[in-house]
């Protein structure tokens, strides 16, 4: 099993619609998340960043944490075209002194239809 | 743009070569990671510098090896390819003394042929 799990979709919305992306994970010590978001063969673009449970918003996008049941989603409001691209989660865990690795799921690949 | 370069964008080369991919971090970031993207596997991570010295490990080949400079830019070398090893190389730098908040480069897309 893989310590995080992610719906590769692909998913097919409205512009306009309510976006819902989701990752699951099954380490507890992970304590950072994070959303990355990848237009095609580019490099991953960092969306949002939170640290424990909670919900953070920027703009369009909300990332919400369920630490209770190992969940994690990102929300995007009034999605347009230009938001189609793979978004990806990643998390880390705490760990002594300064080093983190990222731990991605594999990706959820959004098309926002005109 | 992240403030990442990475060098050279493309490279295509033969079975059993070396090669070596360059990353410039973002200016001040000590933190630099290498990651590797291929269809079937995602992106996986292989190695962490931070301010010079080797901080974390992943899932990297005894093929390969990276180090980080004086100057904060770092070099992943790979030996001895395979057909295998064609993917994207990212190199992903971070000011956070957690490495969290990491920005990634536009990558290397290597081919073994």
């Known amino acids: 099993q893989k310590e995080v799990e992610q719906d590769p979709g692909p998913l097919s919305v409205p512009e306009g619609a309510i976006v819902s992306l989701n990752c699951t994970y099954s380490?507890?010590?992970?304590?950072?998340f994070m959303w990355y978001r990848q237009y095609s063969r580019k490099g991953p673009e960092l969306l949002m960043y939170?640290?424990?449970?909670g919900n953070k918003e920027d703009g369009r996008f909300t990332a919400q944490v369920d630490k209770s049941s190992k969940y994690i989603s990102l929300f995007i409001r009034d999605s347009q075209p230009s938001d189609s691209a793979t978004y990806l989660c990643?998390?880390?865990?705490?760990?002594?002194?300064?080093?983190?690795?990222?731990?991605f799921g594999s990706g959820t690949q959004l098309t926002v239809l005109p | 743009d992240s403030g990442v370069t990475q060098t050279p964008k493309h490279l295509i080369t033969a079975t059993g070569q070396r090669v070596t991919l360059r990353c410039s971090p973002r200016?001040?970031?000590?933190?630099v990671y290498w990651y590797q993207q291929s269809l079937d596997q995602g992106l996986q991570f292989l190695i962490q510098?931070?301010?010079?010295?080797?901080?974390a490990k992943g899932n990297i080949l005894e093929r390969f090896s990276a180090q980080q400079f004086p100057d904060l830019h770092s070099e992943l070398n790979l030996s001895s390819l395979e057909l295998g090893d064609s993917a994207l190389y990212f190199c992903?730098?971070?000011?956070?003394?957690?490495?969290?908040?990491?920005?990634f480069g536009q990558g290397t897309r290597l081919t073994v042929v």
């Open positions: 992903a730098s971070s000011g956070r003394v957690d490495g969290t908040e990491a920005f």
């Open positions: 380490n507890s010590a992970f304590q950072y």
């Open positions: 939170t640290y424990s449970s």
């Open positions: 990643a998390m880390s865990a705490r760990s002594s002194g300064s080093a983190r690795q990222l731990t």
């Open positions: 200016s001040g970031d000590l933190s």
């Open positions: 510098y931070y301010n010079g010295e080797e901080r």
